[in-house]
């Protein structure tokens, strides 16, 4: 398609269990992003992969957040052993530049609506 | 560490009414700063994208201002219509080392359009 995708589009889990979101960015860029929106916040930045370029993980919460990107396409945000504060929007993000290029804007996912109950 | 501070956090106004939403951000060392609308159930679409080096973007009823040395920015919408009933986020762009450019956002304003 033209646009980023996510998968899936609503995700109800236990807590304690893993689970994967999966990201598809648009075809041809070299940057994405995870972010994470919980009721009542702003998006909150979670990890960035520019290219072949070590990925930016500075925003991870915790070391049950990890991420992939496999091809230098498709994303997989895991996260193990859910709990309950970890339920919010998880929106992916791609750019066509990583780099120094400031004009370049993110184009964004729907998201993905994670439940921990 | 950035900040970036939204008000108001939600707005009502009658169509045809025009308005304004104001981000203000603490660290003005910024690359660029967007607005974007989010609508519910559904992504961020950019609006307006403004370089360190502008002062301001325009398109269609949509002007955006950026003051960046008091780090603050203003988005104005002209003949507000009930479809521009969404959230507003502002977001600012800062060099975070290594190549990455991150985005920190406001909590947005959700602006309602009464007809």
């Known amino acids: 398609g033209a646009g980023v995708s996510q998968s899936p589009s609503n995700k109800v889990t236990e807590k304690g269990k893993d689970v994967e979101l999966r990201c598809d960015p648009i075809?041809?860029?070299?940057?994405l992003y995870w972010y994470r929106q919980s009721l009542g916040q702003g998006l909150e930045f979670l990890i960035y992969f520019q290219g072949n370029s070590a990925p930016d993980k500075s925003g991870l919460p915790s070391d049950r957040f990890s991420a992939e990107r496999t091809g230098g396409s498709v994303s997989t945000l895991t996260i193990q052993r859910t709990q309950q504060e970890d339920s919010a929007v998880y929106l992916c993000a791609s750019r066509k530049s990583g780099g120094a290029l400031r004009g370049d804007t993110q184009y964004f996912g729907p998201g993905t609506r994670l439940t921990v109950l | 560490k950035q900040e970036v501070t939204q008000i108001p956090a939600a707005l009502s106004v009658p169509e045809g009414e025009n308005l304004v939403l104001n981000c203000s951000f603490t660290?003005?060392?910024?690359?660029?700063l967007q607005w974007f609308r989010q609508d519910p159930g559904k992504g961020l679409t950019s609006l307006l994208l403004?370089?360190?080096?502008?002062r301001e973007q325009t398109s269609g009823r949509l002007n955006a201002s950026l003051d960046k040395s008091s780090g603050r920015s203003t988005l104005y919408i002209a003949a507000s219509q009930p479809g521009d009933s969404a959230t507003y986020l502002c977001?600012?762009?800062?060099?975070?080392?290594?190549?990455?450019?991150?985005?920190?956002f406001g909590k947005g304003t959700k602006l309602s359009v009464i007809p």
């Open positions: 403004i370089q360190s080096s502008q």
């Open positions: 075809s041809g860029h070299t940057a």
């Open positions: 660290d003005s060392a910024i690359y660029n």
């Open positions: 977001a600012v762009s800062l060099y975070s080392g290594a190549g990455s450019y991150q985005l920190t």
